[in-house]
């Protein structure tokens, strides 16, 4: 299947710091990219959607301006908390689809993010 | 609202043993997927099924999706300690294929 990596796997923070969270697609080409949300023991809660080269579209109650997503190209997709707090802690996972309705969607391992 | 319910939402049974996991929702699905997902991991898919009726099967693994395309079902048969994790299904609606709506998630650990 295709691969679709995320970097890093895990980060620490301080409270108040910015930090960027890379997916990558890298055996093909990714129109749009998904951005989701886990936290323990729970489901996956989308984020927003990133299709490449516009702005992203983002769920209802995900603030866009705490959550930036920039897809500035077909195989890449950021996401950055910005002035991140102990409560944005959480498992944040991307995917990646090849487009033309086609659903399947490969993830990336994910990462942690711990703000102390 | 979650559109997707699954349950049971925790299972832990003995190596050997059969279960099966239910995913249903009120609103109809034009695909469903089945994902397991191991801590710290992104979640890797298992199954896609997109006709109402359908049944796949995967080694001890079988899927049926329901006729009318709100619900699935995932059977395991003779579990074993690695099918151990978090298993989520996941929709895409027929107006918008691309957004897939997961599931509450199923954690199933199977004890040797």
């Known amino acids: 299947g295709a691969v679709v990596s995320q970097h890093p796997s895990w980060v620490i923070c301080k409270s108040g710091t910015s930090v960027k969270i890379e997916c990558r697609s890298l055996d093909f080409q990714a129109t749009t990219m998904f951005w989701y949300r886990q936290f323990p023991k729970q489901s996956l809660m989308l984020m927003a959607t990133?299709?490449?080269?516009?702005?992203?579209?983002?769920e209802q109650g995900v603030e866009k301006d705490k959550f930036l997503i920039n897809h500035a190209s077909l195989t890449l997709s950021t996401l950055t908390v910005t002035s991140a707090h102990p409560e944005d802690s959480s498992f944040y996972i991307c995917?990646?689809?090849?487009?033309?309705?086609?659903?399947?969607?490969?993830f990336g391992q994910g990462t942690r993010l711990t703000v102390v | 609202t979650q559109l997707l319910e699954q349950s049971p939402q925790f299972l832990s049974i003995q190596e050997g043993e059969n279960l099966t996991v239910y995913c249903n929702s009120s609103?109809?699905?034009?695909?469903l997927q089945w994902y397991r997902q191991e801590p710290g991991e992104g979640p890797v898919l298992l199954v896609t099924v997109v006709t109402g009726g359908e049944v796949k099967k995967l080694k001890r693994l079988t899927f049926q999706f329901g006729d009318a395309r709100k619900d699935s079902s995932l059977h395991i048969t003779a579990a074993q300690p690695g099918d151990t994790g978090l298993y989520l299904c996941a929709g895409a609606r027929s107006y918008n294929t691309d957004k897939l709506i997961f599931g509450t998630g199923t954690r199933l650990q199977v004890f040797p």
């Open positions: 995917s990646a689809e090849g487009g033309l309705g086609n659903t399947e969607a490969f």
């Open positions: 609103s109809v699905f034009s695909s």
């Open positions: 990133s299709n490449e080269g516009s702005k992203a579209t983002y």
